[in-house]
């Protein structure tokens, strides 16, 4: 598959990965920050799963940013790649250390992922031109 341009790839994997790292670094980090929070001042269950998922929402937005900057177009395909596979990493990692959520946990992140790594994509594009 062909960029727009007709020369090269659609999908460029070097920045694709990039903001993929950024994102699970982001994640890593809210992750120890959040997790002396919650020993200090537990919160309830429902505030912690809101919670979670808005964290994993601006770490997909950062992976999305991140791709579609390195790649510099394609800011909706790299930014919604970014965000789905940022997503789908965290979903491995609470299986490993937790277990996994259900089917509508996972098509819940999944469409966070997407959404929000593809509107942080086009952003990044749009402003870069402008």
Known sequence: MRGAGGNGPAVDLAALSAGVVWGLLLLVVS????????????PSPEAEAGRTLVVQGVAAA?????AARAAGRGGFLHGLLAGVAVMAAAIVLVGIFRDLPRLVGIVRGLLIGAGAGA????ATVNLRRG
């Open 119 to 122: 509107v942080a994509g086009v």
């Open 31 to 42: 992750a120890l920050l959040l997790g002396v929070l919650d020993f200090r001042f537990p």
């Open 62 to 66: 950062l992976a999305g940013l991140r």
